[in-house]
């Protein structure tokens, strides 16, 4: 199988952890809301809405298990 750079590997890290990694890079700013659930739903697409216009944007979803 041939890898490319969409390859992903999935890694466990604690939200934490990720979050300090990434503002270590100083390469973004960081928007973070939390937590998206049907009562939000609507408030966090328009906040996207919102950075896409702005700039190209990456985003990170983080889901629990319940």
Request: charged share 35%; proline share 2%.
């Amino acid at each position: 199988m041939l890898h490319t750079k969409y390859d992903n590997k999935v890694r466990k890290i604690s939200k934490t952890d990720l979050m300090k990694s990434i503002r270590e890079t100083g390469l973004a700013d960081i928007y973070l809301m939390e937590p998206v659930d049907k009562s939000n739903v609507r408030t966090a697409k328009q906040e996207l809405d919102r950075l896409i216009r702005n700039d190209e944007v990456s985003l990170i979803v983080v889901s629990t298990k319940k």
